[in-house]
């Protein structure tokens, strides 16, 4: 019965709903027009989806789930999966807390917050981890930990870099300290990696916070945002009312961080592949700088 939990799921998050033939008659019909939240134009989806989910009007950056990202980002047909059936279990006893993962899971058709695999950039091999804020708000539990870790030491064995899309809420309340432990525990195989001489790069994505802001997301070789992001440890609120001050409009948007050296640079997603694709030939044994 217990193995039912465990059924692999390798279909991908479609990207166009069907629309049903009532719907297509209204005026308005759901999924084939979409509203940029930044600028309120309406534009069609397919457009949006084909310009990378990115406003074709603004630039304003829609969000992505984890396939949608691994789709945009590697070579077509590159990426296997690791460990995509690691599910949680309940550590603490938490009230409704496997409910709670299993509807995810329904929904989502994930098994947990974060998506690993290996993959080529432009023939590039990597390793990819990409957090997936529509499963449990991208929280940290022990499997997106044990996931992530997992993954930066099979970029270790094959020594090709590490890339992380992170998309969090920070810690996973239902699982207490262990959640915590997983900053720690990403933290140390990152540090071991990095002795060897690996390449780690950071990608943070809206909204990318908590404790996943204050350990991996941030231990990158490069550090990077897409434009507008919201990247933080806690929220405005919490630290408006410690200090008794108020905090800047655009405080813990990917462009304040920018201004304050805490960020490499911010990339538009049209421009990642091509940029991350610069830094991965640079870091190649026998690599060159292109002038
Ligand atoms: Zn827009």
């Given at each position: 019965?217990?193995?039912?939990?465990?059924?692999?799921?390798?279909?991908?998050?479609?990207?166009?709903?069907?629309?049903?033939?009532?719907?297509?008659?209204?005026?308005?019909?759901?999924?084939?027009?979409?509203?940029?939240?930044?600028?309120?134009?309406?534009m069609y989806t397919k457009e949006l989806n084909k310009n990378l989910k990115v406003c074709i009007h603004c630039g304003y950056h829609h969000s992505m789930n984890s396939f949608e990202r691994i789709d945009s980002f590697l070579d077509a047909g590159s990426f296997e999966e690791l460990n995509e059936n690691m599910i949680s279990g309940n550590p603490l006893n938490f009230p409704d807390y496997l409910e709670k993962i299993e509807k995810d899971r329904q929904k989502t058709k994930l098994n947990e917050a974060v998506v690993t695999g290996t993959g080529t950039v432009n023939g590039i091999k990597i390793v990819l981890a990409v957090m997936d804020s529509t499963f449990r708000m991208g929280s940290m539990g022990s499997v997106v930990g044990e996931k992530i870790t997992r993954a930066i030491e099979k970029a270790d064995d094959l020594s090709v870099p590490f890339i992380i899309f992170t998309a969090s809420g920070g810690a996973r309340m239902q699982e207490g300290a262990l959640s915590l432990m997983q900053m720690a525990k990403t933290s140390v195989a990152l540090k071991k990696f990095s002795n060897h001489g690996g390449l780690i790069i950071s990608i943070m994505t809206h909204p990318t916070t908590g404790g996943v802001s204050a350990s991996f997301a941030s231990?990158?070789?490069?550090?990077?945002?897409e434009p507008e992001a919201l990247i933080g440890f806690a929220g405005r609120r919490v630290i408006e009312q410690s200090i008794r001050e108020e905090l800047p409009e655009d405080f813990q948007t990917s462009e304040f961080l920018l201004k304050h050296g805490q960020l490499d640079a911010i990339i538009s997603r049209l421009d990642l592949v091509g940029k991350i694709t610069n830094i991965l030939e640079i870091h190649q044994p026998g690599g060159e700088i292109e002038w």
């Open positions: 019965m217990l193995k039912e939990l465990f059924i692999k799921n390798n279909t991908k998050k479609k990207k166009y709903a069907t629309i049903p033939s009532e719907m297509v008659k209204s005026e308005v019909p759901e999924g084939i027009m979409t509203k940029c939240p930044s600028c309120k134009k309406i231990l990158g070789d490069f550090n990077f945002a």
